[in-house]
Nanobody, 123 residues
Framework: QVQVVESGGGLVQPEGSLRLSCAAS????????MGWHRQTPGKQRELVATITNTGSTNYGDAVKGRFTISRDNAKNTVYLEMNSLKPEDTAVYYC?????????????????WGQGTQVTVSS
């Protein structure tokens, strides 16, 4: 019904850069907020950044000034530009989208999550 797919993860050296992409597709009427969270083993999932359909952004304290979130509403796609990466940024990055859908004769609004993409910062 709705699929959220991330791409762009990988291995990067400290102080390097990486760009993640995430696209929502399927039975979509509209997408409200989209965002990124990350998780490492044994820790809770933490906020990285979110962006609304009007362009308002919010960042986690750990990434402010280094990461930039943006989106293309026409493509239901969100991007995360990550600069000055640190080893502590190593995590699985999950994309989420708050989607309004019409499926099987019913309207609904709920968050959808991707499967995650691994980002590893190491020399």
């Amino acid at each position: 019904q709705v699929q959220v797919v991330e791409s762009g993860g990988g291995l990067v050296q400290p102080e390097g850069s990486l760009r993640l992409s995430c696209a929502a597709s399927g039975s979509i009427i509209s997408v409200y907020a989209m965002g990124w969270h990350r998780q490492t083993p044994g820790k809770q999932r933490e906020l990285v950044a979110t962006i609304t359909n009007t362009g308002s952004t919010n960042y986690g304290d750990a990434v402010k000034g280094r990461f930039t979130i943006s989106r293309d509403n026409a493509k239901n796609t969100v991007y995360l530009e990550m600069n000055s990466l640190k080893p502590e940024d190593t995590a699985v990055y999950y994309c989420n989208a708050d989607v309004y859908t019409f499926y099987n004769g019913a309207y609904s609004s709920r968050p959808y999550w991707g499967q995650g993409t691994q980002v590893t910062v190491s020399s």
